[in-house]
């Protein structure tokens, strides 16, 4: 058994536990979330998998900062009529910034201090 806690976004405490792709609540009342913490108790935090961390490539990150194109096409037009390289330059730029050697990837995470305190508290629980 491998449970995968699953990150929504960058917010603080935006985390699912997956099992078997079902989603557990991180409601300290909800049975599935107590046998959650009660497995990793007796069998260690070996079995929690950290959650995805997706690191976009090159093209992603370029697409993201890229003028729209009604906005490149306006810096081309002044550029002609101005001998500028407003355009090249900021493309330029972008293209330096993002190198084609960011090539992306998904690794894995750590798993979030919670569930180390959770099993600590539910050890304490059944010591006292």
């Known amino acids: 058994m491998k449970y995968k806690i699953f990150k929504f976004n960058d917010q603080e405490n935006s ?7 079902a989603s557990i609540s991180l409601d300290p009342s909800h049975r599935h ?8 108790a007796e069998q260690g935090i070996e079995i929690v998998e ?11 990150l370029r697409q993201q ?3 729209s194109r009604e906005e490149q096409f306006d810096m081309q ?6 001998g500028t390289t407003i355009w090249r330059d900021t493309i330029q730029a972008i ?3 993002y190198p084609k050697t ?11 201090d919670w569930v180390q305190e959770a099993v600590d508290a539910y050890n304490a629980s059944i010591n006292t």
Request: aromatic share 12%; glycine share 8%; proline share 10%.
């Open 102 to 112: 960011i090539t992306g990837g998904t690794t894995i995470g750590p798993i979030p």
């Open 33 to 40: 979330y107590q046998q959650f913490i009660q497995d990793v």
């Open 15 to 21: 985390y699912s536990v997956l099992l078997n792709n």
């Open 50 to 60: 950290g959650p995805d961390i997706v690191e976009p490539s090159y093209v992603e």
């Open 77 to 82: 037009f002044h550029d002609q009529v101005n």
């Open 65 to 67: 900062e890229y003028p």
């Open 95 to 97: 293209k330096d910034k």
